[in-house]
């Protein structure tokens, strides 16, 4: 996996820190994770952080756009074209292990 951010380590101290409460997300991750392969708890600890954080910014820039109508459309076009990517892509990678298997 790429290198993360400097705001990517941050939100994953972020995550860290709440690990030891099962109430929470990290928590209910760490503990699925407990008796995991060392470098895959990484990797899942990475994709957590890169996600942590983009829910972040998304967070961001929907307040940021509350009372603004076109920065609002602009906001929501962004959010389609992501969802877009991100179902072409699953489709994507479906269609590749139909065919493997």
Do not use: C, W
Not at 4 to 25: C, G, H, S, V
Request: aromatic letters at 6%.
């Amino acid at each position: 996996m790429n290198e993360l951010t400097q705001e990517q380590k941050e939100a994953l101290e972020r995550f860290k820190q709440t690990k030891d409460d099962p109430e929470t997300i990290a928590g209910f991750f760490y503990k699925l994770l407990e008796g995991a392969d060392p470098i895959f708890k990484e990797f899942m600890e990475e994709k957590a952080a890169v996600m942590m954080h983009a829910g972040h910014k998304i967070g961001e820039e929907l307040a940021a756009s509350e009372n603004d109508p076109k920065k609002k459309a602009e906001v929501a076009k962004k959010l389609q074209a992501l969802a877009s990517k991100i179902n072409s892509s699953v489709q994507k990678n479906t269609k590749k292990e139909s065919k493997e298997e």
